[in-house]
């Protein structure tokens, strides 16, 4: 069985950074796609990014445009974790942030959420 579960979340300072962990089991990680998605209050849950492999140091990773540049997803195939680093947070990245995967599969799953808070 599919399980996801994220850490990593809490208030942050606009500015700074965050970084989030999904760690999976109950599928083949390495081979699969992975991704992260957040949810504002209020807001429908949207699209952060989204990483298909890693071959020798380079990701192959997308990411929604209003994070671009600021956000980083990783993954570490040896601890079945996937990471999203995000720097630069502003006021409006606050939001419940949710790992899924394995994107494609009719097994995938959402993780809990973590909630992250950037505020002054």
């Known amino acids: 069985q599919v399980q996801l579960v994220e850490s990593g979340g809490g208030l942050v300072q606009p500015g700074g950074s965050l970084r989030l962990s999904c760690t999976a089991s109950?599928?083949?990680?390495?081979?699969?796609?992975m991704s992260w998605y957040r949810q504002a209050p209020g807001k429908e849950r949207e699209f952060v990014a989204r990483?298909?492999?890693?071959?020798?140091?380079?990701?192959?990773?997308d990411y929604a445009d209003s994070v671009k540049g600021r956000f980083t997803i990783s993954r570490d195939n040896a601890k079945n974790t996937v990471y999203l680093q995000m720097n630069s947070l502003k006021p409006e990245d606050t939001a419940v942030y949710y790992c899924?995967?394995?994107?494609?599969?009719?097994?995938?799953?959402w993780g809990q959420g973590t909630l992250v808070t950037v505020s002054a």
């Open positions: 990483i298909r492999y890693a071959s020798g140091s380079t990701n192959y990773a």
């Open positions: 899924y995967g394995p994107v494609g599969s009719t097994s995938a799953r």
């Open positions: 109950g599928f083949t990680f390495s081979r699969s796609i």
